[in-house]
């Protein structure tokens, strides 16, 4: 990001923060509750806007829990944490096929070959934010419709 833009939200009472999960923000404290957070605007993962025209926006209250967001990508996600509303570090747990075998000393052995499939029940979890729950709980409004 340019030094200037950085210089700039600095001087308004920003400062750099670690989200957790690797993910970085600009952060400042709302006058009476809660904060503001800016972000990059692919999936709001980090602090280094390229784009100052495409950051994210997000307001939080004081349990971390989103108020609102704004901002971003242009087409709304289908999947993004339904706590912190960002998208960038979302994990899932899927079911792979493994070739399993015994070898000459009794281990057993796998080796994953071939797809792997996750559904709406599939475990999810928002590396930003910690929140884990069930993928369908992590569904936009935009993949319910
Ligand atoms: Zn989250």
Same mark, same amino acid.
């Given at each position: 990001m340019s030094e200037d833009l950085a210089k700039s939200l600095t001087a308004l009472g920003f400062a750099v923060v670690d989200t957790g999960g690797g993910c970085t923000a600009w952060r400042i @404290? =709302?006058?009476r509750h809660g904060y503001l957070l800016i972000t990059d605007?692919?999936?709001g993962a980090s602090h280094d806007i390229d784009n100052p025209q495409a950051?994210?926006?997000g307001i939080y209250d004081e349990q971390s829990e989103c108020v609102c967001i704004t901002g971003? @990508? =242009?087409e709304p996600p289908t999947f993004a944490c339904?706590?912190?509303?960002r998208t960038a570090h979302l994990y899932v747990i899927v079911t792979a096929e493994a070739r399993l075998w015994?070898?000459?000393d009794s281990n057993l052995q796998t080796e994953v070959e071939g797809?792997?499939?996750w559904d709406d029940h599939a475990p999810m979890r928002c590396g930003c934010c910690e929140f884990s729950g069930e993928a369908q709980q992590?569904?936009?409004?935009k993949e319910a419709t």
């Open positions: @404290a =709302l006058p605007g692919e999936g950051c994210t926006i971003g @990508a =242009l339904p706590r912190c509303q015994e070898d000459k797809d792997h499939d992590f569904k936009t409004a």
